[in-house]
């Protein structure tokens, strides 16, 4: 059983950066996959970006590409989610995921994903 931990976000000015953190005690995630969500009031959960930690491979929604960027550190467990040039409508509830067998398939469904965390909120102001 895996229980992310997100971190990292707050109240942040447009065109401002913040690096979100997600970590989990119980397992490393070295034979995981992590990804990244966020979801909007009145919105669906959408998918923003996802890391392979078996091949370090990333995968990202177009609409963040450029702007996001994932990452990992497998010394302290974290994959971090670095968002620059925010925009009002970053505003959000952002979720960390992960899942087991280090694979990128799939990663945009929410279903795809077996462990989720509590999320933190993210607020970009005009």
């Known amino acids: 059983q895996v229980q992310p931990v997100e971190s990292g976000g707050g109240l942040v000015q447009a065109g401002g950066s913040l690096r979100l953190a997600c970590t989990t005690s119980e397992v490393p995630f070295s034979s995981h996959a992590t990804a990244w969500f966020r979801q909007a009031p009145g919105k669906e959960r959408e998918f923003v970006a996802a890391?392979?930690?078996?091949?370090?491979?990333?995968y990202y929604a177009y609409s963040m590409k450029g702007r996001f960027v994932v990452s990992k550190d497998n010394a302290v467990n974290t994959a971090y989610l670095q968002m620059n040039s925010l925009k009002p409508e970053d505003t959000a509830v952002y979720y960390c995921?992960?899942?087991?067998?280090?694979?990128?398939?799939?990663?945009?469904?929410?279903?795809?994903?077996?462990?989720w965390g509590q999320g933190t909120q993210v607020t970009v102001s005009s």
């Open positions: 995921a992960a899942r087991s067998g280090g694979g990128l398939n799939n990663v945009v469904f929410t279903s795809s994903w077996d462990f």
């Open positions: 890391i392979s930690w078996t091949s370090g491979l990333t």
